[in-house]
């Protein structure tokens, strides 16, 4: 008598991954499309980084000593920064426009994974902040920057710097879920926009008074843009790589855990 056995079925912690991959690529794929037909976006994003690079490098370069070449090398990394949280408030306004117009609501009364819809805007933040940051560095190299990094801490810069992204791309998240208007979803980034300039993003922290120095020193982007600055100059980052990775990771892990939080009640 021969014995049939019936086909193991897949685990239904696999059949779920399985779904929210499919189902965020497909909608990464729509959100990225309405970026690609509105390029000005991501023109827009870029132009107030680019607009302070022209003026600090060409109005207050000369009197600002920084010990680089070219001051341009020693603000890119904050500019870049500044590039990131420019293009975040995007994110939370298009997260809040899906939002007001029920296109949350149609995709959940599909048999989709519902945290498919925060991924695709946030895969699709990656996307768009990697182009503007393109054209920066782009701009930079116009400007005179010039960097002796190899591939490998041009690799870690480029880490860094998605970390980053995806950091503030959920605080994004937060911020477009709970906005009760377009204004409101954008204006989070101005506060982000604004923390590089009270860091050495600009200029040493050791020429500051006491408290805005111990605020600088102490303050996540002074050691995120120390560490891309050591990288790009082909410098030893030290322990300095690890303080930023740990804020990187923390906001990352802290705003991921509020933006499912504001998700599930906004939507409940």
């Known amino acids: 008598m021969t014995t049939f056995t019936a086909p193991t079925a897949r685990p239904a912690v696999a059949r779920r991954r399985s779904h929210l991959l499919s189902d965020t690529s497909v909608l990464t794929g729509r959100s990225m499309r309405h970026v690609t037909r509105s390029l000005d976006t991501i023109i827009t994003v870029t132009i107030t980084p680019i607009a ?3 003026l600090f490098t060409y109005v207050f370069g000369g009197a600002l000593a920084t010990g680089t070449d070219t001051y341009v090398t020693y603000l890119l990394p904050g500019i870049l920064l500044i590039t990131i949280a420019s293009g975040i408030a995007y994110t939370a306004l298009r997260l809040y426009t899906d939002l007001q117009s029920g296109v949350f609501q149609r995709f959940h009364s599909m048999p989709i994974s519902r945290s498919a819809i925060l991924w695709a805007h946030v895969l699709t933040s ?7 940051l393109v054209i920066v560095v782009a701009v930079a190299l116009v400007m005179g920057f010039r960097s ?4 490998l801490a041009w690799l870690g810069v480029v880490g ?3 970390l980053f992204t995806l950091a503030l791309t959920w605080v994004a998240v937060i911020a477009g879920l709970a906005a009760k208007s ?3 979803a954008g204006a989070f980034a101005y506060p982000l926009i604004f923390l590089p300039f009270i860091s050495s993003a600009f200029v040493p922290t050791d020429t500051m008074p ?3 120095r111990w605020f600088a020193e102490h303050q996540p982007v002074t050691s995120i843009v120390d560490t891309i600055r050591r990288l790009l100059a082909a410098e030893a980052v030290g322990g300095e790589i690890w303080i ?3 804020w990187c990771v923390g906001l990352l892990v802290v705003a991921y855990g509020f933006a499912m939080l504001v998700y599930r009640r906004r939507l409940a």
Not at 148 to 151: F, N, Q, T
């Open 182 to 184: 377009p204004d409101g």
């Open 244 to 246: 930023a990775l740990a």
């Open 160 to 162: 860094i710097l998605a």
């Open 126 to 132: 990656l996307v768009s902040n990697g182009l503007s």
């Open 52 to 54: 302070l690079m022209l």
């Open 148 to 151: 002796p990094a190899g591939p």
């Open 210 to 212: 006491g408290p805005v």
